[in-house]
């Protein structure tokens, strides 16, 4: 198995700067090229929604990638994160009035994030695909409406899952997590590295 081999092309299917800087600080040099597919989704189980998905970009940005590069060996990551509070599963704000009931519904409570990852290779002896999943538990401290009310007003909810940033302005209202912190920013970068590893190119 040994080391990431660090010739090797790396794809990274999200604009998400949060992916980009998790990758950094692993060492992972890449190249990111936004998915632009039209997501579907099967299922409302939360852990094979965000599989679904981040299979479903990295294939589409693997299938603009081959194209351009036919003769070049590279992987392709797609990731997708979703919070999911009891069986409702919570994607990225549409309004502020959104981020209001989503916040609602998470704090003085414990929920879960999972971030599904695909790992699609092109390799000599053609496509490799691994797609796993990470789960986290994430407890908030109870919050006043006005407290809800001032962090929407920050912007910050509005282009994250569940309307919140653990990394940004939220962090105050963190109770504890249970589980992988990366995962909820949205990338399990040690086992992303560690299932790089396992790919033969």
């Given at each position: 198995?040994?080391?990431?081999?660090?010739?090797?092309?790396?794809?990274?299917?999200?604009?998400?700067?949060?992916?980009?800087?998790?990758?950094?600080?692993?060492?992972?040099?890449?190249?990111?090229?936004?998915?632009?597919?039209?997501?579907?989704?099967?299922?409302?189980?939360?852990?094979?929604?965000?599989?679904?998905?981040?299979?479903?970009?990295?294939?589409?940005?693997?299938?603009?990638?081959?194209?351009?590069?036919?003769?070049?060996?590279?992987?392709?990551?797609?990731?997708?994160?979703?919070?999911?509070?009891?069986?409702?599963?919570?994607?990225?704000?549409?309004?502020?009035?959104?981020?209001?009931?989503?916040?609602?519904?998470?704090?003085?409570?414990?929920?879960?994030?999972?971030?599904?990852?695909?790992?699609?290779?092109?390799?000599?002896?053609?496509?490799?695909?691994?797609?796993f999943f990470e789960c986290s538990h994430v407890a908030v401290y109870p919050m006043e409406e006005?407290?809800?009310?001032?962090?929407?007003?920050?912007?910050?909810?509005?282009?994250?899952?569940?309307?919140?940033?653990?990394?940004?302005?939220?962090?105050?209202?963190?109770?504890?997590?249970?589980?992988?912190?990366?995962?909820?920013?949205?990338?399990?970068?040690?086992?992303?590295?560690?299932?790089?590893?396992?790919?033969?190119?």
């Amino acid at each position: 198995m040994g080391r990431w081999k660090q010739n090797i092309t790396v794809v990274l299917a999200s604009a998400s700067p949060r992916r980009t800087e998790l990758l950094g600080q692993a060492g992972i040099r890449h190249v990111v090229i936004p998915s632009s597919c039209e997501e579907t989704i099967s299922s409302v189980v939360p852990e094979e929604v965000v599989m679904e998905l981040s299979a479903q970009k990295a294939e589409d940005v693997y299938a603009g990638y081959e194209k351009e590069h036919p003769d070049e060996e590279f992987v392709v990551i797609g990731a997708d994160t979703v919070v999911a509070s009891g069986k409702e599963i919570l994607g990225k704000p549409k309004s502020e009035e959104d981020a209001y009931h989503m916040i609602s519904l998470l704090q003085n409570r414990t929920h879960q994030v999972y971030t599904g990852v695909t790992l699609l290779a092109k390799t000599n002896e053609g496509q490799k695909k691994n797609t796993f999943f990470e789960c986290s538990h994430v407890a908030v401290y109870p919050m006043e409406e006005e407290e809800i009310r001032d962090y929407i007003g920050t912007g910050e909810p509005m282009d994250k899952a569940g309307a919140y940033g653990i990394q940004g302005g939220f962090a105050i209202y963190i109770r504890g997590i249970e589980g992988d912190y990366n995962n909820i920013v949205g990338l399990p970068i040690a086992r992303v590295y560690q299932e790089l590893k396992k790919i033969e190119i």
